[in-house]
């Protein structure tokens, strides 16, 4: 295992050759445990919040991060003991040589809470469950943030300092205004929603470009690669930093989106009737079981829970009446 973890790091640190890098692909296919332990090695290498190179290299790394780990289909797990201390030695040779204007910051909400977060500039963001973002300590030129998750941003205007939000899909920048970005590396689509002021967004796939206003959304498909705009009501998507959901007359496919989110669960309904009904509903302190009794007195449906092997969150199947 030491020949590995030297070999992982030399990944991480874009050291390694080509040879080593297939030695090492082979080796992560070759086993679901060394699968989980190269996972766990990447989210150590993260959490330690130090990178090696200079600002830019950081972030172009950690965007690569993002792509394997989307790749590989992975979930969040936490890292054992001997990544842990395979990092901690890195940590010392990269505090001795490195100055700290370098560091990028990691913030990370759990699967059971949410995060406020003041960047830098004074920019505030509010992560959702289940999320993380990456920021330098102090911005320059360029205000550049790199999301996994969805959060909620109020930008703060800089006259000449664009801030720019990446994902694995998207890339959002604006000069000063209120939007969401969603973008899970187990979701099957990205999204943009914007509250107010003006956002320009780009689709990493196909370098599709959009200009949004007030109200409007895009929404990409990662498993099509078909990218829509379209007009929504943005508190539908932003009601979870007040810690409520308001619906109105929406259709049960975007509640279920939302309510995924919200409970930390995954809901799976392949019934397009229940899918376009429209309904109302405001979610704040109900459990997840009271709000799926309520839907079914609008839209008829019957549903079970089970638990989503090798997942902390269960998964709620949704069926039609007979």
């Known amino acids: 295992m030491e020949d590995i973890d030297l070999l992982i790091v030399k990944y991480l640190d874009n050291e390694a050759t080509f040879d080593e890098k297939a030695m090492l692909e082979n080796w992560i296919n070759s086993s679901q445990d ?8 990447v989210k150590a290498w993260e959490n330690s919040h130090i990178y090696l190179q200079d600002e ?12 394997l780990l989307r790749k590989r289909k992975t979930r969040r797990l936490a890292y054992s003991l001997s990544a842990v201390a395979a990092v901690a030695l ?44 990456k920021y330098p300590k102090n911005f320059k030129s360029n205000r550049e943030v790199f999301l996994t998750g969805e959060a909620f941003f109020d930008v703060t205007k800089k ?25 899970y590396i187990e979701g099957k689509t990205a999204e943009a929603v914007l509250e107010t002021g003006k956002i320009k967004l780009k689709v990493q796939e196909k370098g599709e470009e959009f200009t949004l206003q007030p109200g409007q959304m895009v929404t990409h498909n990662n498993e099509n690669g078909k990218t829509q705009l379209q007009t929504v009501d943005t508190h539908h998507f932003t009601g979870w930093i007040n810690n409520s959901l308001v619906f109105e007359n929406t259709h049960m496919k975007d509640v279920i989106t939302q309510l995924e989110k919200w409970y930390g669960i995954k809901i799976e309904c392949k019934n397009d009737a229940i899918l ?47």
């Open 276 to 322: 376009q009904t429209p309904v109302t509903i405001t979610v704040d302190k109900e459990t997840k079981e009271e709000v799926l009794n309520t839907l079914q007195i609008v839209v008829p449906f019957i549903w079970e829970e089970k638990p989503n092997q090798g997942e902390k969150a269960s998964i709620i199947s949704i069926f039609p009446t007979e």
């Open 159 to 183: 006259n000449g300092k664009p801030f720019t939000v990446k994902t694995e899909e998207l890339t959002v920048q604006v000069l000063g205004t209120r939007f969401v970005v969603t973008d």
């Open 90 to 133: 890195l940590v010392l040779v990269i505090r001795f040589f490195v100055p700290a204007q370098n560091v990028l910051l990691l913030s990370e909400a759990t699967i059971d809470q949410k995060k406020e977060i003041v960047l830098p500039d004074g920019s505030i963001v509010w992560l959702n469950k289940n999320s993380c973002i």
């Open 56 to 67: 830019t290299i950081a972030e172009e790394r950690f965007f690569r991060f993002g792509q």
């Open 34 to 41: 060394n699968r989980h332990y190269f996972i766990r090695m």
